[in-house]
C-alpha cells in the first residue's frame, strides 16, 4: 500500500541554523509533491510544490528538494526563526489526480 | 475575509446523535474536498466536489457519512449515528480547477468533533 513517512519526532533547532525535514515514501510514483504548514487548531497551509522532473525548488528561506531515484524530498528553512515553529506536512499528488495523500507531519520548534 | 470557512468551529455530541458541518470555499473555487484528521496525523481524504458533483468518495468513509454541494458553492457534511470514533478535526479546503498542482489546496479552520 502507499506509504509517507516522515519523522515522528519533533526537531529541535537553534535560531539562526537551517531546519531540514524529509519526506520518504513507497509504492506510488507522484507527479507532484507539496509541502504545508499547520499550527496547532489551525488548517494546513500551502507552501511549496515541486514536480517529479523538479529538482530543487525555492522560496524566499525554503528550499524543497525532490529525488524520485530515493523516493523522498527533503524540506529546508534557512536562517530559521521561532516563528517558524509548526508542524510541517509533506503530500504527493499523482498526475493530475486531485486527491492529496499526506504524512503525518513532523513537528518544528526553533529555540531563540 | 476571502478565505475558506467552516460552521461550527466546536461541536460536541453524545453518541449516536447526528450532527451536520458546513463549509464555504474561496468564491471562486470550483473544487472542494473534506478531510478528517485526528491528533498527529495527516488529513485523511474523505470526499470531492467539482461544482456541485461529488466525483471521489473514500472507501474508508461509512455509509454514515454523506456530503452535498447543492449548488456548486457552500457543503455540508452530515455524519449519522455518530461514534466515539467520529471524533476529530473535520476539514475542508478548496481549489481552482486545474491548480491544485501549482498552487496547491486552501484550507479552513476546522470544525473539531468531540463524541461522548
Known amino acids: 500500500s502507499q506509504k509517507i513517512e516522515q519523522n515522528s519526532e519533533a526537531l529541535n533547532i537553534q535560531e539562526g541554523k537551517t531546519a531540514t525535514l524529509t519526506c520518504n515514501y513507497t509504492?506510488?510514483?507522484?507527479?507532484?509533491l507539496q509541502w504545508y504548514r499547520q499550527d496547532p487548531g489551525r488548517g494546513p497551509v500551502f507552501l511549496l510544490l515541486?514536480?517529479?522532473n523538479e529538482k530543487e525548488k525555492r522560496k524566499e528561506r525554503l528550499k524543497v528538494t525532490f529525488d524520485t531515484t530515493l523516493k523522498q524530498s527533503l524540506f529546508h528553512i534557512t536562517a530559521s526563526q521561532p516563528a517558524d515553529s509548526a508542524t510541517y506536512l509533506c503530500?504527493?499528488?499523482?498526475?493530475?489526480?486531485?486527491?492529496?495523500?499526506w504524512g503525518a507531519g513532523t513537528k518544528l520548534i526553533i529555540k531563540p | 475575509d476571502t478565505g475558506v470557512s467552516q460552521n461550527p468551529r466546536h461541536k460536541i455530541t453524545k453518541r449516536g446523535q447526528n450532527v451536520t458541518f458546513r463549509c464555504d470555499p474561496i468564491?471562486?473555487?470550483?473544487?472542494l474536498y473534506w478531510y478528517r484528521q485526528t491528533l498527529g496525523q495527516g488529513p485523511e481524504f474523505l470526499t470531492y466536489?467539482?461544482?456541485?458533483?461529488?466525483?471521489?468518495k473514500s472507501r474508508l468513509l461509512s455509509d454514515r457519512f454523506s456530503a452535498e454541494r447543492p449548488k456548486g458553492s457552500f457543503s455540508t457534511l452530515e455524519i449519522q449515528r455518530t461514534e466515539q470514533g467520529d471524533s476529530a478535526m473535520y476539514l475542508c479546503?478548496?481549489?481552482?480547477?486545474?491548480?491544485?498542482?501549482?498552487?496547491?489546496?486552501?484550507f479552513g479552520p476546522g470544525t473539531r468533533l468531540t463524541v461522548l
Open positions: 479546503a478548496s481549489s481552482p480547477q486545474g491548480a491544485t498542482q501549482t498552487n496547491g489546496q486552501f
Open positions: 468564491s471562486e473555487h470550483n473544487r
Open positions: 466536489f467539482q461544482n456541485e458533483a461529488q466525483l471521489e
Open positions: 509504492n506510488y510514483s507522484p507527479a507532484y
Open positions: 515541486i514536480r517529479e
Open positions: 503530500a504527493l499528488l499523482r498526475d493530475s489526480n486531485y486527491q492529496l495523500i
